[in-house]
């Protein structure tokens, strides 16, 4: 009985795999004729100072809604776009579209704010990145300072090599932020050895925040290590008011989540602007 027992979950699980791979091929498939299509589009989650609650930047977040099976997230179809290497002609479409909305906005005469737009370690290894962002920047008209990239830290294991992109991107007036901070391998070599701006401590120390446990110990001295670095400290994945006012009350300078703003179409962003006068 139990080998067939055994035998069922064989099959169960095969035929599982199966499935995946039938999927994942699928997908690809289709990814590919989406990028040329309509059906890729940004959402733009605002980030806020802390202190003052107002906007200061926005993370663009990209979105594919499949003709068939509808919205699929991205925490699917990037890493199969970055295992097939279509994160490349991906990665660049979402840079332009991402500063040319910004430079839009600046010309139609809102206080300009930074975006953040999330780069693949892929993108970074390509050996004309930085020429590409360079070229983007001037096709699209946007202030260098007006960007900036977001490079997980998981990611951050080819240190030398990245180094030298990074300071070539600096060099350009981009800023660097670490997105997910404090899950990688890498988190406190990365700190002196790239020359970044901002620190995103990751969702999860968030989300297990209560003011009594060992995850605001932690949140607290990722915010003081930053502050001490110079760099900017951003919290991601604030769903709720206590959380918002503990990482106040502890000095970190923005915040970004569901309690502030989901991720907005560029229209519902622009009804939260501010004209300059
Ligand atoms: P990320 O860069 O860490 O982005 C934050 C993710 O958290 C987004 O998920 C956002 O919608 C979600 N989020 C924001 N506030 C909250 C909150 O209060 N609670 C919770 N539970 N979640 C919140 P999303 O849009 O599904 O993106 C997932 C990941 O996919 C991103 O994580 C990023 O690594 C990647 N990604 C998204 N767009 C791009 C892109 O254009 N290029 C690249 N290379 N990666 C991207
Ligand atoms: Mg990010
Ligand atoms: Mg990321
Ligand atoms: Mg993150």
Same mark, same amino acid.
Request: hydrophobic share 35%; aromatic share 10%; with cysteine.
């Given at each position: 009985l139990a080998k067939k027992k055994g035998k069922n979950n064989y099959q169960l699980f095969t035929n599982k795999l199966k499935e995946q791979n039938k999927r994942k091929s699928m997908l690809e498939k289709d990814l590919r004729k989406a990028i040329k299509g309509e059906e890729l589009h940004l959402n733009y989650q605002p980030q806020f $100072? +802390?202190?003052? &609650? &107002?906007?200061v930047g926005l993370e663009a977040l990209l979105r594919w809604n499949h003709p068939t099976y509808g919205p699929i997230s991205p925490g699917e179809f990037i890493p199969l776009a970055e295992e097939t290497n279509l994160i490349l002609p991906l990665g660049k479409w979402v840079l332009e579209q991402a500063c040319q909305q910004n430079k839009k906005w600046q010309d139609e005469g809102y206080e300009p704010f930074r975006i953040a737009v999330n780069v693949s370690v892929k993108q970074l290894q390509q050996f004309d990145f930085v020429s590409s962002v360079s070229q983007i920047l001037q096709k699209t =008209? +946007?202030?260098? &300072?007006y960007l900036e990239l977001e490079i997980t830290e998981?990611?951050?294991?080819?240190l030398a090599c990245l180094k030298h992109s990074i300071k070539k991107l600096r060099a350009l007036g981009v800023s660097i932020a670490i997105d $997910?901070?404090? *899950? =990688?391998?890498?988190s406190l070599s990365v700190l002196y050895q790239l020359p970044i701006n901002s620190l995103k401590i990751d969702q999860s120390f968030v989300r297990n925040l209560?003011? *009594?446990?060992r995850t605001s110990a932690i949140i607290k001295t990722i915010i003081d290590m930053g502050r001490n670095l110079d760099f900017y400290v951003v919290a991601e994945g604030i769903e709720y008011e206590d959380q918002a006012s503990f990482l106040c009350k502890n000095h970190c300078h923005i915040g970004q989540g569901y309690y502030f703003s989901h991720p907005l179409s560029s229209h519902e962003v622009q009804k939260m602007l501010v004209k300059r006068h």
């Amino acid at each position: 009985l139990a080998k067939k027992k055994g035998k069922n979950n064989y099959q169960l699980f095969t035929n599982k795999l199966k499935e995946q791979n039938k999927r994942k091929s699928m997908l690809e498939k289709d990814l590919r004729k989406a990028i040329k299509g309509e059906e890729l589009h940004l959402n733009y989650q605002p980030q806020f $100072d +802390l202190e003052t &609650k &107002k906007i200061v930047g926005l993370e663009a977040l990209l979105r594919w809604n499949h003709p068939t099976y509808g919205p699929i997230s991205p925490g699917e179809f990037i890493p199969l776009a970055e295992e097939t290497n279509l994160i490349l002609p991906l990665g660049k479409w979402v840079l332009e579209q991402a500063c040319q909305q910004n430079k839009k906005w600046q010309d139609e005469g809102y206080e300009p704010f930074r975006i953040a737009v999330n780069v693949s370690v892929k993108q970074l290894q390509q050996f004309d990145f930085v020429s590409s962002v360079s070229q983007i920047l001037q096709k699209t =008209g +946007l202030n260098p &300072k007006y960007l900036e990239l977001e490079i997980t830290e998981s990611i951050l294991q080819d240190l030398a090599c990245l180094k030298h992109s990074i300071k070539k991107l600096r060099a350009l007036g981009v800023s660097i932020a670490i997105d $997910d901070f404090g *899950t =990688g391998y890498s988190s406190l070599s990365v700190l002196y050895q790239l020359p970044i701006n901002s620190l995103k401590i990751d969702q999860s120390f968030v989300r297990n925040l209560n003011s *009594t446990n060992r995850t605001s110990a932690i949140i607290k001295t990722i915010i003081d290590m930053g502050r001490n670095l110079d760099f900017y400290v951003v919290a991601e994945g604030i769903e709720y008011e206590d959380q918002a006012s503990f990482l106040c009350k502890n000095h970190c300078h923005i915040g970004q989540g569901y309690y502030f703003s989901h991720p907005l179409s560029s229209h519902e962003v622009q009804k939260m602007l501010v004209k300059r006068h």
